[in-house]
């Protein structure tokens, strides 16, 4: 395969058996591997997507200054697609972010600017930070949790992949939800082509969407340590009625899983991917569920390598 640029080697990515936790259980697990796509994460394809839409209505062009409000892998996404394309690229982190995220979005050429850990009405929360730079200097805010073009390009390219891969068997869909387009793209496109196709979020312990999914109401407000997934209030993204069914994962299984899917699997993945995987496992236990559960991991383990939990 001889490609020109780098961003077009984004998506098709492979979908692989576990061999190893899923056994003894009633059904197979497959996991999508979005880590490596060449940023390293699930969120290269709406970057791309986001940039490729603003060139077709022409609110962009090479040399422009590019904003996004991120936990890191949107704006890793967008440094790439900003390298290959000529854009500037300008990412607001949460504090509670780690230094690896930092660290490669600076190599990959962007400015980082951390904001406090503050809440989604705040002034001082990451989406507010950089709303606020967009209007001030007349940069071009890509606003992932909003813009319809992530939860298109999921319908659009992560759903299909996945029925086309696993032979039309899958029969769980189980993803995070962090601006809520993988799950509610991709869900919304397998459960048209398998309309009893459960979709299920996988929700850190403290995160309060898996409550507003079964209940409308936010409950469970807490401390967490798994990164890009989970939050307090649902982003516009965020399509609910996509939703069968909610697995809470505590930090501790999350972490825990992800050391088994490196350590006994070989997949390179992050904490959120343990989060995933830990709540496919789940449902793979279960006979009723009917059929092979696919569990999507969202990014790559050299994000969190100064984390404690990955050495444990």
């Known amino acids: 395969m001889k ?11 492979p979908l692989v058996r576990l061999r190893h936790l899923d056994a003894g259980l009633a059904w197979p ?3 999508k591997c979005e880590h490596l796509n060449p940023g390293g994460s699930v969120k290269d394809r709406l970057a791309l997507a986001i940039v490729n839409t603003a060139e077709q209505e022409g609110r962009i062009r090479p ?8 936990a890191g892998n949107t704006g890793m996404g967008l440094a790439l697609v900003g390298l290959a394309r000529g854009y500037r690229v300008v990412c607001v982190l949460p504090e509670k972010m780690s230094q690896d995220k930092r660290d490669a979005l600076a190599m990959l050429g962007a400015e980082v600017i951390m904001a406090p850990n503050a809440p989604p009405d705040s002034p001082e929360n990451f989406r507010q930070v950089a709303a606020r730079l967009a209007q001030e200097r007349g940069w071009f805010l890509t606003e992932q949790f909003s813009h319809p073009a992530n939860p298109r390009i999921h319908y659009q390219t992560t759903g299909p992949e996945i029925w086309r891969q696993s032979g039309g068997e899958v029969r769980t869909f189980v993803a995070g939800a962090g601006t809520g387009g993988t799950i509610s793209g991709a869900g919304r496109y ?3 082509q398998c309309p009893g196709l459960q979709v299920v979020l996988a929700d850190p ?9 079964l209940t409308g109401e936010y409950r469970g407000d807490g401390p967490y340590l798994v990164e ?17 069914a909610v697995e809470t994962v505590s930090d501790e299984e999350s972490f825990q899983v992800t050391r088994d899917l490196i350590r006994k699997e070989g997949l390179w993945v992050g904490g959120s991917s343990g989060t995933a995987v830990a709540a496919a ?7 009723e569920t009917g059929g092979p559960v696919v569990a999507l991991v969202t990014d790559s383990w050299d994000r969190y390598f100064s984390r404690p939990w990955l050495k444990e």
Do not use: F
């Not at 490609?3 to 990515?13: K, S, V």
């Not at 496992?281 to 006979?287: I, K, V």
């Open 63 to 70: 040399g422009d200054t590019l904003i996004e409000a991120t």
């Open 190 to 192: 397998l459960k048209e």
């Open 205 to 213: 312990l403290g995160s309060q969407l898996g409550s507003y999914a």
């Open 281 to 287: 496992l789940r449902r793979a236990a279960l006979p």
């Open 29 to 31: 697990v497959w996991v």
């Open 228 to 244: 890009g997934i989970g939050a307090s209030k649902a982003p516009e993204n965020l399509e609910i009625q996509i939703i069968d």
């Open 3 to 13: 490609l020109p640029t780098i961003d077009e080697a984004i998506g098709n990515t």
